[in-house]
T-cell receptor, first 112, second 116 residues
Framework: AQTVTQSQPEMSVQEAETVTLSCTYD???????LFWYKQPPSRQMILVIR??????QNATENRFSVNFQKAAKSFSLKISDSQLGDAAMYFC?????????FGAGTRLTVKP | DSGVTQTPKHLITATGQRVTLRCSPR?????VYWYQQSLDQGLQFLIH???????AKGNILERFSAQQFPDLHSELNLSSLELGDSALYFC???????????????FGEGSWLTVV
């Protein structure tokens, strides 16, 4: 089974600074999709960004961007100009065809 | 609003009881996924249905079962409930993989289950 590893249980960033959350995964597939989801205290799962494995270009959504290294099976999330509203749990996820697997999550704290 | 609807939003029940959680996927989505999230834990994949058929099964207990109906809504049945079953149960949906948006999964707001 595919596994997703987030090695940083907690991260902290100063408001307006940049932070990078790490994610690695294990798969034997060549075509798959990777996601970052944000879960604020309300517990709602909010899609932040997604990356298709066949695309070499890193995905970007406003202040959020990824560093996708397919050979290294690495998929990190960079949050620029951090805002207080970015404080949440962030989950990395791998999706291929029939199922979607999540990492254990990284709790991000934003300091004013 | 993701378009995925889950009911009930909150449920409190006693040990040994049985409950049914319901999920209506986004319009046109054929796939439904169920996840369990215990307090301060990650999301555990339970089961995936595609157009009425079971496609993948995760760490789903034998006391739990699910189905997807012809109108594509899905139900997750939890029986002989134990205290440890208290969790947030998410339903998520995605379209057929051949479509533009087919490879994004959208989550409902979850059903909070408390077993006392």
């Amino acid at each position: 089974a595919q596994t997703v590893t987030q090695s940083q249980p907690e991260m902290s960033v100063q408001e307006a600074e940049t932070v990078t959350l790490s994610c690695t995964y294990d798969t034997s597939e060549s075509d798959y999709y990777l996601f970052w989801y944000k879960q604020p205290p309300s517990r709602q799962m909010i899609l932040v960004i997604r990356q298709e494995a066949y695309k070499q270009q890193n995905a970007t959504e406003n202040r959020f961007s990824v560093n996708f290294q397919k050979a290294a099976k690495s998929f990190s999330l960079k949050i620029s100009d951090s805002q207080l509203g970015d404080a949440a749990m962030y989950f990395c996820a791998y999706f291929n065809n029939n199922d979607m697997r999540f990492g254990a999550g990284t709790r991000l704290t934003v300091k004013p | 609003d993701s378009g995925v609807t889950q009911t009930p939003k909150h449920l409190i029940t006693a040990t040994g009881q049985r409950v049914t959680l319901r999920c209506s996927p986004r319009s046109g989505d054929l796939s439904v996924y169920w996840y369990q999230q215990s307090l301060d834990q990650g999301l555990q994949f339970l089961i995936h249905y595609y157009n009425g058929e079971e496609r993948a099964k995760g760490n789903i207990l034998e006391r739990f079962s699910a189905q997807q109906f012809p109108d594509l809504h899905s139900e997750l049945n939890l029986s002989s409930l134990e205290l440890g079953d208290s969790a947030l149960y998410f339903c998520a949906s995605s379209a057929d993989l051949g479509t533009v948006s087919g490879n994004t999964i959208y989550f409902g707001e979850g059903s909070w289950l408390t077993v006392v």
